[in-house]
């Protein structure tokens, strides 16, 4: 009889692979043991509500920058430990927040506001009522008016309530329609004074990245050369193939009365209060200092200008960032001579250093590893970029904040940051849910 075949030993260099855990079910499962507690912070399955992640888990409980250990879709073994340990620990001011928040709805029902959506404004309010007083005691009717108040206040709502009644007022919408035609029957020419030549935007883009007087910036905006340029959008298709309308040619807007965050249309095909909407439901300054019959007369006026803007320094900005923007187009990517400038550099650089940028331009959608809609974003980036921009400096606009040389620079790289990181977070939103879909199909 033969001896039994040895078995092949262990390589003593072979190191043992650690085993990782997806976040997404780690912080669900630790989530559930809170309980009923956090009821109104979590979806009908029991795990936190996609707003609780954004607005209190990750910027104050988790705090991922602090410990960019957590960060990751899938963590250690310690890391995973941590992270429960995390959320565990703050179970009694998750309850109280989340106590407080029903606090905060019923206020916001009493004080009849609509507008804007209640998890948004008041959840990160909760978690900080729940830190500084703990559970809501007696007087919680009173503290929970005078929060829903001052955030209303704050965050322009009572201005939108009374342009809303404006707007829906039969005489007071006929008086505007009609100063809205009359505004659009008077619009400035488009082709008063010439259109910036290349060197003259070359120059304030050069500059612009570097410290200094603004002195090509001032020139641009002395000669009119964002009004000048605006001419540009009445050729059939331009202003479209720059993401700001879905028409050929752009036309006059609607007086409008409603809005919808979740479906706002272009910045061009927008009407008069959805202008109004998208700017001042994300945080109007609590001084703005004019009522709603001049916020929308002024809007009209602003509406029939070049750019739909309503000053030089904001139009001029546009017509340097649809000039920089270039440097993010995929279709001319590596041809140096489209990218003169610092500017164009420097945002072409921006871009291109992000790994999920390269891999979405570099390979097919199905091998990439990127999902389909952010690919999609990332090949049409410098149309979603001009819009971002756009909405920034129209916001500016509402503020009575006007650009400056010192401002361009900051303006045209900030839009940039600020695509990026929505598009890193829906990344990183999909790679969970990819976690918790693979965990599923491995348990079943």
Not at 65 to 85: F, I, K, S, Y
Not at 304 to 311: P, T, V
Not at 402 to 423: E, F, N, Y
Request: glycine share 8%.
């Amino acid at each position: 009889m033969s001896a039994p075949a040895e078995l092949t030993p262990a390589s003593p260099d072979v190191v043992a692979v650690a085993a990782l855990y997806p976040r997404a079910q780690v912080i669900a499962q630790a989530w559930q043991e809170l309980g009923d507690g956090v009821a109104p912070f979590s979806n009908g399955s029991g795990r936190p509500l996609a707003r609780t992640m954004k607005l209190i888990l990750d910027p104050l409980v988790i705090r991922p920058v602090q410990n960019p250990g957590l960060a990751g879709g899938a963590l250690t073994a310690a890391a995973a430990d941590e992270l429960r340990d995390r959320i565990r620990s703050a179970r009694d001011e998750l309850a109280a927040a989340s106590a407080w928040f029903l606090e905060l709805k019923a206020a916001r029902r009493r004080l009849r506001i609509t507008d804007g959506n209640p998890q948004e404004k008041y959840f990160q309010r909760c978690y900080e009522l729940a830190r500084l007083a703990g559970a809501p005691s007696a007087d919680a009717d009173a503290v929970a008016t005078e929060v829903v108040s001052e955030i209303a206040r704050a965050s322009g709502d009572s201005l939108l309530a009374q342009v809303r009644l404006l707007l829906h007022d039969d005489e007071q919408s006929a008086r505007l329609d009609a100063e809205l035609a009359g505004a659009w029957l008077r619009r400035e020419s488009r082709v008063a004074g010439t259109p910036p030549s290349h060197d003259a935007i070359a120059d304030a883009l050069e500059a612009c990245t570097q410290a200094g007087p603004g002195l090509a910036f001032a020139a641009l905006v002395e000669t009119d050369a964002g009004t000048a340029a605006a001419s540009s959008l009445d050729d059939d298709g331009a202003a479209r193939a720059l993401g700001l309308t879905l028409d050929a040619v752009p036309g006059p807007p609607a007086l409008g009365g409603t809005a919808s965050k979740r479906d706002l249309p272009l910045p061009f095909d927008r009407s008069i209060f959805e202008r109004l909407f998208a700017a001042l439901s994300g945080g109007a300054a609590p001084d703005l200092g004019v009522d709603a019959h001049c916020l929308v007369e002024e809007e009209i006026l602003r509406s029939a200008r070049g750019w739909e803007l309503g000053e030089e320094e904001s139009r001029v900005a546009l017509v340097l960032g649809v000039e920089a923007s270039r440097a993010l187009d995929a279709s001319e990517a590596g041809i140096d001579s489209r990218h003169p400038t610092a500017a164009h550099r420097q945002l072409a650089a921006r871009w291109r250093r992000e790994a999920y940028v390269r891999r979405a331009l570099r390979l097919p959608v199905e091998l990439s590893g990127v999902p389909a809609s952010v690919v999609s974003d990332v090949r049409d980036v410098r149309r979603g970029y001009l819009r971002r921009l756009w909405v920034r400096l129209h916001g500016r606009e509402l503020r009575e904040q006007t650009i400056t040389a010192d401002d361009l620079w900051d303006l045209l790289d900030g839009v940039l940051r600020s695509v990026v990181m929505d598009q890193r977070q829906r990344l990183k939103m999909a790679m969970g849910r990819g976690a918790r879909e693979s965990a599923g199909s491995e348990a079943a």
